[in-house]
Structures are given as structure tokens and as C-alpha cells.
């Protein structure tokens, strides 16, 4: 039987035993950024809820904002040994509050978020290889270590 590691608001997992599952449930306008290498066969999981931190001072979980999380991904990654030029990334949640307006402080924050972690990685010259963003549904997503594959599916 596999091990679990639920990933919650602002947390970080990487793994490199192929027995793990890292998963984040409940996402709707938050993001799961999942990187896999499979040469290292090293995944990790980072449960991103707001785009930067240039909007809230104070302690937070470490990967509560995108400019946080993404750096901290992938140090935690080449950590247990993999390499930023094999990783293997899939984005999932991004969606959108039903009612907001544009107006509304919450209107676009699941599209600000993905946008913020596409310009982070591309700094980096990461890839985006699968995407399952916006829309108005929230999303589970698992990295499944042993098959090397993310699934992601609709609550």
C-alpha cells in the first residue's frame, strides 16, 4: 500500500521513494505545482495559495505565495538529488470564485496565481508539460512517485 502525504495550504513535500503518493485536495482558486524527475525519480508537491508575497507581510507557511513556493520547490528537489533541466511539471486548480468582479479583491486570483508560477518557472527556463487550471471547479490533484504521474481529478 502506498504512503500518503496530504500537502496543505502553503506546504511543501518531496520524496524520492517510489512507495509515495503526495497529494493536495480541495484547490478551487489555489495551485498544486507537481515536479517530477524521472531520472532521479524525486517528486515533490507545493500548495500555493496566493501569487506574491508583496501582499501580506508576516510568517506564513512557507509556500503560501508563488515567488516562495517555486524557489523552494526546487531547492527541495535538487536536495534529494534532482535536476531542474529533467523535471517534469504539471499545474493544477487556478480556478475562479463564482461571482467575483473584477472589482472584488478575490476576482482573478486563481488565473494571478497560475501567471505568477508560469513567469517564475520560465525565469527558470522550467516547461509547463500538462496544466489543469481556471475554470470554476476545484480540483484533487496526486503525484504518484512509483508511476511518475500526476492525476488529477474534479471534486
Do not use: W, Y
Amino acid at each position: 500500500m502506498p504512503s500518503r502525504t496530504r500537502v496543505e495550504h502553503g506546504e511543501v513535500a518531496v520524496s524520492n521513494d517510489p512507495g509515495d503518493v503526495l497529494e493536495a485536495r480541495d484547490l478551487a482558486a489555489c495551485v498544486a505545482i507537481c515536479m517530477f524527475d524521472p531520472i532521479a525519480n524525486v517528486g515533490g508537491l507545493a500548495h500555493v495559495v496566493l501569487p506574491s508575497s508583496t501582499i501580506q507581510d508576516g510568517p506564513t507557511r512557507p509556500a503560501v505565495f508563488a515567488d516562495r513556493a517555486v524557489p523552494l520547490l526546487i531547492e527541495a528537489m535538487t536536495e534529494k538529488g534532482a535536476q531542474p533541466t529533467h523535471l517534469k511539471v504539471t499545474m493544477a486548480g487556478g480556478a475562479e470564485f463564482i461571482g467575483a468582479t473584477a472589482d472584488d479583491p478575490v476576482g482573478g486570483l486563481g488565473r494571478r496565481t497560475v501567471d505568477a508560477i508560469d513567469g517564475l518557472l520560465r525565469a527558470r527556463r522550467i516547461d509547463v508539460t500538462q496544466r489543469s487550471v481556471g475554470g470554476l471547479g476545484s480540483r484533487c490533484v496526486e503525484l504518484r512517485l512509483g508511476e511518475g504521474r500526476v492525476v488529477v481529478d474534479p471534486e
